[in-house]
């Protein structure tokens, strides 16, 4: 039966193809990303009728045609944390730049819902999934994401991961232990000598990496490691406020606290100027990451900053340059000393 509603049937690639007078074949080319070579007057031609019948590609077609469809998924824990979204942020310009089209999904830190989202993804059939976040200790849920990448793989997708290497999979790390060493090391040789560390959930592998680096670094300074106090807390701004709160309640002020990501760091300076303390002045602080928020914070954050939207255009990249065997490409971070942590060697940035 017809449609009797009124609303025209959506245009097809032979629509296209007849409106812009080529070959259906000419059409398929300018608009799926061939890599055979299209006369440019013949793709002007196909993009104008495409645009003029509202055309938009037929994905499932396009997985039955070519096995894959020109989509890339991005799993992230948290879209709306800075971190996250800087990654995603660089995937996307890089599919875009590489004429695939991304979509994302959320795992609300759940690595149980990070494994359902993958395989969610796989029914779509994409080019390729960019995981982004780091691993937790748990060794049921980390051979279960391995299993559902391993079968995307299998099935002639490919995988990438940014944050956390562990995985047989291509991979971006971002330097976090190294990143955090330098950091402590400049604080330490500052003259702070009674140092707090705000973690993350003691799982998260970057947590870890982080929390080790700055214990390791602070005490090649002279500093003992077993007298910096570790409070552990939610990774999100409401996570660093609580856990500023806990050290101020708990005994006495340190001079400088490091919070293992930039948004802990913020939520830490809200605690202290609640309890009357200006940051910086009265508490130094310093955090991890150097997100694009951080510009708008006072006193200037002290942080590592990481290159958040490399690693997310060089995801795409090695899903597009894939290799017979799975790499690593491992990102350095960068101290940037600013006014939360004034010093000799304190300047804005």
């Known amino acids: 039966m017809g449609r009797d509603d009124g609303r025209r049937p959506p245009a097809t690639l032979q629509d296209v193809a007849r409106e812009a007078g080529v070959s259906l074949a000419t059409a398929s080319r300018s608009l799926n990303g061939s890599a055979r070579k299209v006369r440019e007057d013949y793709r002007a031609r196909v993009l104008a009728a495409a645009e003029r019948l509202n055309y938009a590609p037929n994905l499932q077609a396009q997985a039955v045609a070519r096995g894959r469809t020109s989509l890339v998924g991005i799993i992230v824990s948290d879209i709306t944390d800075p971190y996250f979204a800087q990654i995603a942020g660089g995937v996307i310009a890089a599919a875009e730049a590489?004429?695939?089209?991304?979509?994302?999904?959320?795992?609300?830190?759940?690595?149980?819902?990070?494994?359902?989202?993958?395989?969610?993804?796989?029914?779509?059939?994409?080019?390729?999934?960019v995981l982004v976040g780091s691993r937790v200790a748990d060794a049921a849920v980390t051979a279960r994401l391995e299993?559902?990448?391993?079968?995307?793989?299998?099935?002639?997708?490919?995988?990438?991961l940014v944050s956390q290497a562990g995985l047989p999979f291509d991979t971006i790390a971002f330097d976090n232990e190294d990143g955090a060493r330098a950091l402590a090391r400049r604080?330490?040789?500052?003259?702070?000598?009674?140092?707090?560390?705000?973690?993350?959930?003691?799982?998260?592998?970057?947590?870890?990496?982080?929390?080790?680096?700055?214990?390791?670094?602070?005490?090649?300074?002279?500093?003992p490691?077993?007298?910096?106090?570790?409070?552990?807390?939610?990774?999100?701004?409401?996570?660093?406020?609580e856990a500023m709160g806990a050290v101020l309640e708990s005994g006495p002020r340190p001079d400088v606290v490091f919070a293992v990501n930039d948004v802990m760091a913020v939520g830490a300076m809200a605690r202290l100027r609640a309890a009357g303390l200006e940051p910086g002045r009265d508490v130094a602080v310093a955090g991890f990451d150097d997100i694009e928020t951080l510009r708008d914070v006072s006193p200037g954050?002290?942080?590592?900053?990481?290159?958040?939207?490399?690693?997310?255009?060089?995801?795409?990249?090695l899903i597009l340059k894939r290799a017979s065997e799975p790499c690593l490409v491992s990102l350095p971070g960068e101290i940037v000393i600013r006014a939360s942590t004034p010093g000799p060697a304190a300047e804005e940035a």
């Open 147 to 160: 299993a559902q990448l391993r079968d995307f793989e299998n099935e002639g997708g490919h995988a990438v």
């Open 98 to 129: 590489g004429g695939l089209v991304a979509t994302i999904g959320v795992s609300g830190r759940d690595p149980e819902r990070e494994v359902q989202l993958v395989a969610a993804l796989r029914g779509q059939r994409p080019t390729g999934i």
């Open 225 to 241: 490691r077993d007298a910096v106090a570790v409070v552990h807390s939610r990774f999100t701004r409401d996570g660093g406020y």
């Open 187 to 223: 604080l330490g040789a500052a003259g702070y000598a009674n140092a707090v560390v705000l973690a993350g959930p003691e799982p998260l592998s970057t947590s870890r990496e982080r929390t080790e680096g700055f214990l390791d670094g602070y005490a090649s300074t002279g500093h």
């Open 301 to 317: 954050l002290t942080t590592v900053r990481l290159p958040l939207e490399q690693g997310g255009a060089t995801a795409v990249d």
